[in-house]
């Protein structure tokens, strides 16, 4: 079963790079992150050495990248017919969705740690507590499990990439602003208290700043944890219920 | 071997199959025939263990392919309809995928993987990407990823869709090479390929089997079974109809083709002389008013008649 998973999780890595636009993604994603630092983030304003302001933007980045890797886990293979290829292969179905979900993993934290160089800067002008900074990659990578969970999903439901690009993105958003103060007031007012605090524990930001703040609680990562393996769930179903229609 | 027992499949109201039953076994090769929408790929898609049957299941090497179907489809190769596969792949990466995914060790993917590659001649193309391919070379892919594990049940949705004549004829001869040591289903609305390659011929129409035989047997209930037919230059028509017609108990059917008149000659209805009896008769009658004619032969009746006449009217609902 884990040799077949990462054979899927390296074809699919691989069919990443098959065109030129897995470069030009990396590109822009290091683009957005650099210009989202310095310029939204005021890095060098705040006169400090650690890379709040970067990871600061991660999840609205996340928000618009990470559905543009998960879009096409499952809906180009429906739209392609080689779903039924895939799927009449002697590999069980839990080993083929966690292999893509690995592969579109792999694929956002090579375009994470191409951020490096920020960390360079970041120890070259002061002193910075490298175990926050650590914990920040982690959780940023924990986050964009979540969101790449909820993309894999949706790409099943569909064989239109287009779509599972939008539908995901709303998904994503409404994980990412569950928590937001915003949120919360519109429902304090006539939700019950129980309900309020639910959807404040679903807020993808709540617990990716608590983990990016450098306390790495258990709590946090169960949450991104298990939000991935009820994702992940939820799209061997949808594979599963979806095999007739192409 | 292949054991269909009562497979159904509904698509909310609409039954696109409907309890089919049938078995092959190792050394035949079942050819599926009907019109588009007549529920072979279902059939085939629920064999291969892809779509869930609502009843009846399929029993591959008597393993059950709704209870185990990593088991079944590891002695199965199957071939789905327009050979599907991943475009960004280069053959050979493909077909090192599909052999490693299957638990085959190195050594074996390498010998698996050369055989595969011979017998469906595609060593000029091994290294391009395969969306790059002729549709030719791609229905070649995707034979050998059905093939190169060696299954003893092989199973293929119109393998030589799209092919030009020498690529369908090299299929046909690569299906026939391997027809005896597996179990093989084809289906195909090519009603020639039947004759060419299949030991048995299953006509299925609007999800149920209207008629299971070999092929001989099925061209033999077309109505021209048995006739005879006479081929003259259009210029000795005439008096080879006047000729013919001083035969007793016949009906004959004349067609102009060309430069060619064709008299088909049936027993009447009723008679029971045999076809053989009846050519007898015919080329005495030939050989002794000398009349100049080109060809006599005996029909063994056409695969198309028969398919025509079950299947007529079926052309409603889509492909599945």
Known sequence: ?246 | MIDVLNLTKDFGDFRAVNNVSFSVECGQVLGFLGPNGAGKSTSMKMVTGYLRPTSGTALINGIDICLKPLSAQQSMGYLPEGAPAWPDMTPRQFLDFVTRIRGMDKAAVRSATRRAINMTELHGVLDQPIDTLSKGFRRRVGLAQAIVHDPDILIMDEPTDGLDPNQKHQVRAAILEMARTKAIIISTHILEEVDAICTRAMIIDRGRVVVEGTPSALAARSAYHGAVVVTAGSENAASLATQLETLADIRIEHEARGAEAIFRILSADGSSETPTALFARVQALVEQRSVAIIGLALEAGRLDDVFRDLTRGAETGAAR
């Open chain 1, 1 to 246: 079963m884990m040799r077949q998973v990462l054979l899927v999780t390296r074809r699919e890595f691989n069919s990443y790079f098959a065109t030129p636009l897995a470069f030009v993604f990396i590109f822009v994603f290091l683009l957005a992150t650099g210009l989202s630092t310095f310029y939204l983030g005021g890095y060098f304003e705040a006169g400090q050495a650690d890379l709040t302001s970067f990871f600061l933007f991660h999840p609205w980045l996340y928000l618009f990248f990470l559905p543009a890797i998960s879009m096409r886990l499952w809906a180009e293979e429906r739209r392609n017919g080689s779903i039924e290829l895939l799927l009449t292969l002697p590999v069980p179905l839990s080993a083929v969705v966690l292999g893509k979900y690995f592969a579109a993993l792999g694929f956002s934290a090579l375009a994470l740690s191409l951020t490096f160089p920020i960390w360079l800067t970041v120890n070259y002008l002061g002193n910075p507590d490298n175990g926050v900074i650590l914990a920040g990659y982690l959780g940023s990578l924990m986050l964009a499990g979540g969101y790449l969970a909820i993309g894999s999903c949706v790409s099943a439901c569909t064989r239109n990439q287009v779509i599972a690009f939008v539908v995901s993105v709303v998904v994503c958003f409404l994980f990412t602003i569950s928590g937001a103060p915003l949120v919360i007031e519109l429902f304090r007012g006539w939700a019950p208290a129980a309900l309020v605090d639910t959807l404040a524990g679903f807020s993808f930001l709540t617990h990716f700043r608590a983990i990016t703040g450098g306390v790495i609680d258990m709590r946090d990562l169960v949450f991104f944890a298990s939000l991935t393996a009820v994702f992940l769930t939820a799209t061997v179903i949808i594979v599963d219920m979806k095999r007739g229609d192409s």
